[in-house]
């Protein structure tokens, strides 16, 4: 069946760093790849997404590609703030059923 | 505003009790969903319903149940047949099943001691 490997945590970063967290995916067809992001005590948002090959997403200064030749979907930010402490999950959608990776939780000290 | 409401945010049960979680949407969605989430895992998912009077089984579905009379509610029952409720259920919603944005509640967690 179709799942989701993202890169374990937790990851610390200081303010204005580079952020990247690997995502990887197995699934038949063409799934759209999406990334959400979950603040402390809240439900999911929906970060960004792209729903074919080489399609970039972004949002909030976080970028993705969704590469089909490595099959994966990289999340990336050029210079974190502490407000972009979460925990952040890849996920795709396959025939209508959106699965999702175990989540990335993020710390961003000042 | 539009959005999803889950009540309460904290809830405290005792084993062999059923417990039953609240979920409302005013985003007039067809398709609603129920997920479980445990530290260190993605969400899991528990049942869906696309349209009123009708739900189905997702991945995790034994000792729950759920019901779908109006289009804006979709409560979910956790039985004393779950043998670990202890977890955060989110709800979340969608214009229809096939469509890829799903919008998420803010989440009850479940105690059960």
């Known amino acids: 069946g179709d799942s989701v490997t993202q890169m374990e945590g937790p990851v610390t970063l200081s303010e204005e760093a580079f952020l990247t967290i690997n995502c990887t995916y197995t699934?038949?067809?063409?799934?759209?790849l999406f990334w959400y992001v979950q603040y402390p005590g809240e439900g999911l948002q929906l970060l960004l997404k792209?729903?074919?090959?080489?399609d970039k997403g972004s949002n909030k200064g976080f970028e993705a590609t969704y590469r089909k030749e490595t099959t994966s979907f990289h999340l990336e930010k050029g210079s974190v703030q502490v407000s972009d402490s979460a925990v952040y999950f890849c996920?795709?959608?396959?025939?209508?059923?959106?699965?999702f990776g175990a989540g990335t939780t993020v710390t961003v000290r000042a | 505003d539009g959005g999803i409401t889950q009540s309460p945010k904290y809830l405290f049960r005792k084993e062999g009790q059923n417990v039953t979680l609240s979920c409302e949407q005013n985003?007039?969605?067809?398709?609603m969903y129920w997920y479980r989430q445990d530290p260190g895992q993605g969400l899991r998912l528990i049942y869906y319903?696309?349209?009123?009077?009708?739900?189905q089984k997702g991945d995790i579905a034994e000792g729950y149940s759920v019901s779908r009379e109006k289009k804006e509610s979709f409560p979910l029952t956790v039985t004393s047949a779950q043998k670990n409720p202890t977890a955060f259920y989110l709800c979340?919603?969608?214009?229809?099943?096939?469509?890829?944005?799903?919008?998420f509640g803010p989440g009850t967690r479940l105690t059960v001691t």
């Open positions: 979340a919603s969608s214009v229809r099943r096939a469509s890829y944005e799903q919008y």
């Open positions: 996920a795709l959608v396959n025939d209508y059923k959106l699965s």
């Open positions: 985003l007039n969605h067809d398709a």
């Open positions: 792209a729903t074919k090959a080489d």
């Open positions: 699934a038949t067809g063409y799934p759209s």
């Open positions: 319903s696309q349209i009123v009077n009708d739900f």
